[in-house]
Structure formats: C-alpha cells, structure tokens
C-alpha cells in the first residue's frame, strides 16, 4: 500500500543553517506530495506540496520539489530561523480517496540561536 | 484565517472509563471531519471519517464500537473513546474540511491521551 517515509528527529541546527528533511514514498500513481508544519500548540499547516512530478513546492524559504524517480520529495530550506522551530510532516494523498492523506512519522527540527 | 480547535488538549483517564475529544470549526462549515492517531515513532494514520448527520467511515482495523463519532452539527465532531486502556494512550488529531473555498482542509492542534 502507500507509505511515506521520513528521517528520524530531532533535528537541531543553528540559526542560518541549511536544512534538508529527507521523504520518500511508495504509492501506485502518481499522487499529490505535502509538507505539512506543527509549530508548538498549534494545528498541523500545509506548508507546500507538489501535485506532479518534477514540480516543486515552495513558501516561507522552504522548497520541495516532487522527484519521480527517486520517489522523493525532500524539504529544503537555505537559512532557517529559530521561528522555524516545529515538527515538519510529509504526507501523500490517496488517489483512490483524495481527502484521505498518508503521513509520515513527522520530524522534530530544533533551532538554536 | 480558519480555525479547528480541538478539545481537551491533554486528558488522563483511568483505565476502563470513556473520555470524549471534540473538533469544532470555529469560523466554517464542515461537512466532512477526519480523525487521526499517531503512536510513538509512528506515522499519523487515519481512523475514520466523520460525516454530519451520518455514519461514520472507518478505516480497516480501527473498532467503530470503542471509537465512537459523532458528527451532529457542520461545526463539531467528537471522537469517544470508550472502555480505554493504556494500549488506547496516544496522540489524537482532527481535520475539518471547509465546506467552500475550495474544500481546504484545516488540522486542529491535537489531543493527548493517556491511560493509566
């Protein structure tokens, strides 16, 4: 079945590092791709997707770009803040179903001034 | 923007006893209300969807008689979960899907449940 599989937290840089959170997928087809954020007692917020390959997704600095080939759809931000400070969730939709998504297992990413 | 609050935010209860999350869209119409669990160092997996004035839809494996829903108004899902057990303890989250503009879907913040 569809899965999303993403890197272990937390992730702790500095303010101004570059960020990458790993994500791949399994899915039949070709589905939507999200990144979704949880900033501390807050609801989960869609960050960016991509709806077909090779698109790429961007907003707020982070970008992710919908790679077919290696089923990936990795977040990418050049100079994070301490305000990024959240749990970070990639997740799918099912075709068969498009309100119904797939999630990963979310990450932890912890910015220190 | 629009709003999903989810209620309480952190619950302890004791084992065998039923304890009740609500979902409620504060400034929208939702139709459809989705229910998610996530256990430790697990995805967010769905449960089921919530469905004004119907019966609820269940994914496969999740018990619709110990997870009881209850969608009676376009604003408010709640989500029982009777006769807990520790194995019950996780995080609980909802989603609204708003009736217009577009149908987007909004994440409240998350229900913690543990049972002891």
């Known amino acids: 079945g569809n899965s999303v599989t993403q890197m272990e937290g937390p992730v702790t840089l500095s303010e101004e590092a570059f960020l990458t959170i790993n994500c791949t997928y399994t899915?039949?087809?070709?589905?939507?791709l999200f990144w979704y954020v949880q900033y501390p007692g807050e609801g989960l917020q869609l960050l960016l997707k991509?709806?077909?390959?090779?698109d790429k997704g961007s907003n707020k600095g982070f970008e992710a770009t919908y790679r077919k080939e290696t089923t990936s759809f990795h977040l990418e931000k050049g100079s994070v803040q301490v305000s990024d400070s959240a749990v970070y969730f990639c997740?799918?939709?099912?075709?068969?179903?498009?309100?119904?998504?797939?999630f990963g297992t979310g990450t932890r990413l912890q910015v220190f001034p | 923007g629009a709003v999903v609050s989810q209620h309480p935010s952190r619950v302890i209860c004791k084992s065998g006893t039923s304890v009740k999350i609500e979902c409620r869209s504060l400034?929208?119409?939702?139709?459809?209300m989705f229910w998610y669990r996530q256990f430790p160092k697990q995805s967010l997996m769905l449960m089921a969807t919530?469905?004004?004035?119907?019966?609820?839809?269940?994914e496969q494996g999740v018990e619709k008689d110990k997870f009881l829903i209850n969608h009676a108004s376009l604003t408010l899902s709640t989500l029982t979960v009777t006769s807990a057990h520790p194995e019950d303890s996780s995080f609980y989250i909802c989603?609204?899907?708003?009736?217009?503009?577009?149908?987007?879907?909004?994440f409240g913040e998350g229900s913690w449940l543990t049972v002891v």
């Open positions: 989603s609204a899907r708003r009736d217009s503009l577009g149908n987007t879907i909004y």
């Open positions: 899915a039949t087809g070709y589905p939507s």
């Open positions: 991509a709806t077909k390959a090779d």
């Open positions: 997740a799918l939709s099912d075709l068969s179903n498009t309100d119904k998504l797939i």
């Open positions: 400034d929208f119409q939702a139709t459809t």
């Open positions: 919530s469905n004004e004035g119907s019966k609820a839809t269940y």
